[in-house]
């Protein structure tokens, strides 16, 4: 069994930084990708980024890519968020999930974590 535990959410001004972070637990490497997702209130869930689980492969999207990026600490299986430069639309409840494979589909992923609120404020 996998479990996934996001924390770092909060709230924050315009412009300024946060580092979410994602603790797996159980056998990870059962998957072999674990993303990023946010999902503003009433809008449809949309993929910020994946990594490979063994941090070899990266991707954001092309539109966040200048503010956001993803690593992975080996030591302890935590996959991190670094936002920078945030903005009011950034405001979301942003989730990390674990699947198979290399996919910003939602439903391409099994595993999810229960998500966690980011709020930026202008």
Same mark, same amino acid.
């Given at each position: ?16 930084? =946060?580092? =979410? ?7 990870? *490497? ?12 009433? !809008? ?12 070899? *492969? !990266? ?26 430069? =945030? !903005? ?35």
């Amino acid at each position: 069994q996998v479990d996934l535990v996001e924390s770092g959410g909060g709230s924050v001004q315009t412009g300024g930084s =946060l580092r =979410l972070s994602c603790a797996a637990s159980g056998d990870i *490497h059962s998957r072999n990708y674990v993303a990023w997702f946010r999902q503003p209130a009433e !809008k449809e869930r949309e993929a910020v980024a994946l990594i490979s689980t063994l941090g070899s *492969h !990266k991707h954001v999207q092309p539109r966040l890519e200048d503010r956001f990026s993803i690593s992975w600490d080996s030591a302890d299986d935590t996959y991190f968020l670094q936002m920078t430069s =945030l !903005k009011p639309e950034d405001t979301a409840m942003y989730f990390c999930a674990a699947g198979r494979t290399f996919s910003i589909r939602p439903e391409d992923f099994d595993i999810w974590g229960q998500g966690i609120q980011v709020t930026v404020s202008s």
